[in-house]
C-alpha cells in the first residue's frame, strides 16, 4: 500500500462504485485490508474532507429529519460516545429540532429524547431503563 493513492479527485466511492476510483488500490484491496492498514489512509483522507470545507446540503422529509434526530439522540446515549464526533452529531441534531419540533407535543418528546442522553450518565443500569 506504500506510496498508493487510494481515492482520486471527484471519485465516487459512496456506493461501492469502486471502478476507475482508486490509483493503484482495488476495492477488493481496501476491502482486505486489517484496521490497522486502513486506518493512515482513512485519517488522510478524513483530513483533507475537514478541510475542504465542503458543505452537504440535504432534503428530507419532516418524517425522515425526526427519525435521523431520534437516532442521533439514541447514538449519543451511549457512554462511550462523547468525542469530537459526538459534539458534531449533536449539533447537527440540535438544527433537526429546531426545523421538525415546531408543535408543544413534538418538542416535548423530543426534548424527552434528550434525556436519555443526561439520564444514562445517571443510571446505574447502562442506561438500559423502562421507564425512558
Request: hydrophobic share 40%.
Amino acid at each position: 500500500m506504500k506510496g498508493r493513492e487510494p481515492f482520486s479527485e471527484g471519485s465516487d466511492h459512496r456506493h461501492g462504485n469502486n471502478s476507475g476510483v482508486f490509483r493503484g488500490v482495488s476495492g477488493s484491496e481496501l476491502a482486505i485490508l486489517t484496521n490497522e492498514e486502513l486506518e493512515p489512509l482513512f485519517a488522510r483522507e478524513f483530513d483533507a474532507l475537514c478541510r475542504s470545507g465542503k458543505v452537504v446540503r440535504l432534503r428530507l422529509s419532516a418524517v425522515q429529519a425526526w427519525a435521523v434526530l431520534g437516532m442521533i439522540q439514541l447514538a449519543l446515549s451511549h457512554p462511550k460516545n462523547n468525542g469530537r464526533m459526538a459534539k458534531i452529531a449533536r449539533n447537527v441534531a440540535m438544527l433537526l429540532e429546531a426545523t421538525v419540533a415546531m408543535t408543544p407535543a413534538l418538542a416535548e418528546v423530543a426534548r424527552r429524547g434528550w434525556r436519555r442522553e443526561a439520564e444514562q450518565d445517571e443510571s446505574d443500569d447502562g442506561g438500559l431503563r423502562d421507564d425512558v
